[in-house]
């Protein structure tokens, strides 16, 4: 599907931009220099008659955004959480896009369900709803199951949604060659590589098999957490393209003044979000990828309900412990300590100065502490955040995407239920528990048990791995003879030592 005709797609996206007045919007909310702004309109302004029309009813942005299709949507879903960064205004008009998108017909969705069920909707559900919310991918209903007067939440695919994505994403592939072309100083964030995490990502949430997965995994690691619920998933009505879980009931988290009226604390719940998310993050090394207001409810006694498991994190134990170590020393103020931390994971290459990148974070990270919340600009705090990572080579990590996209939603969202939140406060028990619990004498006796038990499974081998490494020991190829025996024979020695160590830690455990 890649190739020259994704011209035409990024052409119709500035044209639409332009029909729509979300350019001029766009171009204020960043307050770009004027150089920047005639080169956009020169490129865009000849190719508007081109650009699709969209809802004239909604705003300028949220109308070329659901004009172009769903992964632009998706773009404007995680804008509408930051408030601090695209303004009050626009957040609150970008939210339309979280639930409230138009609805395919019932009769579509109907058959789609029969089809992926094998049965009719009648003969499994004694009620089932309109639409009760639309986003980019699906639309949900409320319904009632016939069997068990159950009632849940029945989550159907846009029909055609996956051709749509990939048509989209080809366009970005573009997109993201061109720009790397072009600005070879943006080689460095490796856009062709985020395009494709992206695409990872998004293709995954078109299978709600795999969210009906990720939704009963999440609820078993997170059954533990005071003040947090996950719907649970029915899997008999469940499917590829058709998703059944219980009904959550409770008031958006979006809803402020509904928030309010109901007496519920919005100061702790935004302290709550923050913390839940780190711990899923830091604690299981499995987070919810995708936390706007639009996917959390807050329940009657104030339990925090998340729903819309399509889009999931994952990082393995090692990142965990860079991620904290690094949030650990901002938290502190120990800057020393958090470049070390890069160059440690090989997060900045080797031959850049050590002291100078660490008087850089501190610029970075001193502006923050002492001031009042209402005043720090993020948007002043990436950009400075971007010239530093330039400065010093840093490569984006593909790995850390989606945790550090969802960690910008979530403080959205925290902020948006408490602006004088303080981000830093609220972190620090939740990462100096993960610390004490991970980094430390007991992790590292951990880690050697887990060591032991990997090398115990494989101590039916230990003689024909010992056997293969003599025997290569004792004829080595002739050019290398003299170079590698030695060399070998210590290798051998460690084999057999670390083999025959880790079976008796394996059967002591």
């Known amino acids: 599907m890649r190739g020259p005709h994704n011209i035409w797609r990024l052409i119709r996206t500035g044209a639409t931009f332009v029909r729509t007045g979300a350019m001029t919007v766009v171009l204020e909310a960043m307050d770009a220099p004027p150089?920047?702004?005639?080169?956009?309109?020169?490129?865009?302004?000849p190719f508007t008659f081109?650009?699709?029309?969209?809802?004239?009813?909604?705003?300028?942005?949220?109308?070329?955004?659901?004009?172009?299709?769903?992964?632009?949507?998706?773009?404007?879903?995680?804008?509408?959480?930051?408030?601090?960064?695209v303004g009050?205004?626009?957040a609150e008009q970008l939210k339309y896009l979280q639930d409230k998108l138009p609805p395919f017909p019932m009769a579509e969705a109907k058959a789609m369900i029969a089809a992926e069920i094998g049965a009719p909707v009648e003969s499994l559900f004694s009620a089932f709803s309109e639409p009760?919310?639309?986003?980019?991918?699906?639309?949900?209903?409320?319904?009632?199951?016939?069997?068990t007067g159950r009632d849940v939440a029945v989550k159907v695919l846009r029909p055609g949604i996956e051709r749509a994505f990939r048509r989209d994403i080809d366009a970005f592939y573009l997109a993201a060659?061109?720009?790397?072309?072009?600005?070879?100083?943006?080689?460095?964030?490796?856009?062709?590589?985020?395009?494709?995490?992206?695409?990872?990502?998004?293709?995954?949430?078109?299978d709600l098999r795999l969210e009906s997965s990720a939704a009963s995994e999440f609820a078993d690691n997170t059954k533990g957490d005071?003040?947090?619920?996950?719907?649970k998933p029915v899997w008999a009505l469940s499917g590829r393209s058709v998703m059944t879980l219980d009904w959550a009931e409770g008031l958006s988290l979006a809803d402020n003044a509904a928030l309010d009226a109901a007496g519920h604390d919005r100061p702790a719940l935004a302290k709550r979000v923050l913390g839940l998310f780190l711990s899923h993050a830091l604690r299981d090394g499995l987070f919810h990828g995708d936390m706007h207001q639009g996917n959390l409810k807050v329940a009657a006694n104030g339990d925090i309900i998340a729903y819309d498991f399509g889009i999931m994190g994952r990082i393995d134990e090692y990142t965990r412990r860079v991620y904290a170590e690094i949030l650990m020393g901002f938290i502190s103020r120990d800057y020393r300590r958090v470049a070390e931390v890069h160059f440690e994971a090989g997060y900045v290459p080797a031959d850049r100065d050590i002291d100078e990148f660490s008087r850089a974070l501190r610029a970075v990270g001193e502006p923050i502490f002492g001031m009042d919340a209402t005043r720090m600009s993020m948007a002043r705090l990436l950009a400075f955040l971007f010239e530093v990572t330039e400065k010093f080579g840093m490569e984006t990590r593909t790995e850390l995407i989606l945790l550090q996209r969802t960690m910008v939603v979530v403080e959205g969202v925290a902020r948006e239920l408490d602006p004088q939140i303080n981000i830093w406060s609220t972190a620090r028990p939740v990462v100096e528990s993960y610390i004490?619990?991970?980094?430390?004498?007991?992790?590292?006796?951990?880690?050697?048990?887990?060591?032991?038990?990997v090398l115990t499974r494989f101590g039916p081998r230990l003689p024909q791995l010992v056997e293969a490494a003599l025997i290569r020991q004792a004829a080595p190829p002739p050019e290398t003879k003299l170079r590698t025996r030695p060399r070998r024979r210590w290798l051998v020695f460690a084999l057999v030592g670390a083999a025959a160590l880790g079976f008796a830690l394996g059967q002591v455990l």
């Not at 150089?35 to 865009?44: E, F, Q």
């Not at 004490?436 to 038990?453: M, N, V, Y």
């Open 35 to 45: 150089r920047m702004r005639l080169a956009l309109w020169a490129v865009s302004w």
């Open 50 to 85: 081109l650009g699709l029309r969209g809802d004239p009813a909604l705003p300028p942005l949220t109308r070329a955004l659901t004009a172009l299709g769903p992964a632009y949507i998706k773009f404007g879903q995680i804008l509408s959480t930051r408030s601090d960064i």
């Open 226 to 231: 005071a003040g947090f619920q996950i719907p």
């Open 132 to 147: 009760v919310a639309a986003a980019s991918i699906a639309q949900v209903h409320r319904a009632r199951v016939l069997e």
């Open 436 to 453: 004490a619990h991970s980094i430390g004498p007991l992790a590292t006796l951990r880690d050697l048990a887990r060591a032991a038990r």
């Open 177 to 206: 060659e061109v720009i790397a072309y072009l600005a070879p100083f943006s080689r460095r964030l490796r856009p062709v590589e985020v395009i494709a995490h992206f695409e990872g990502v998004v293709m995954g949430e078109l």
């Open 88 to 90: 009050e205004v626009l």
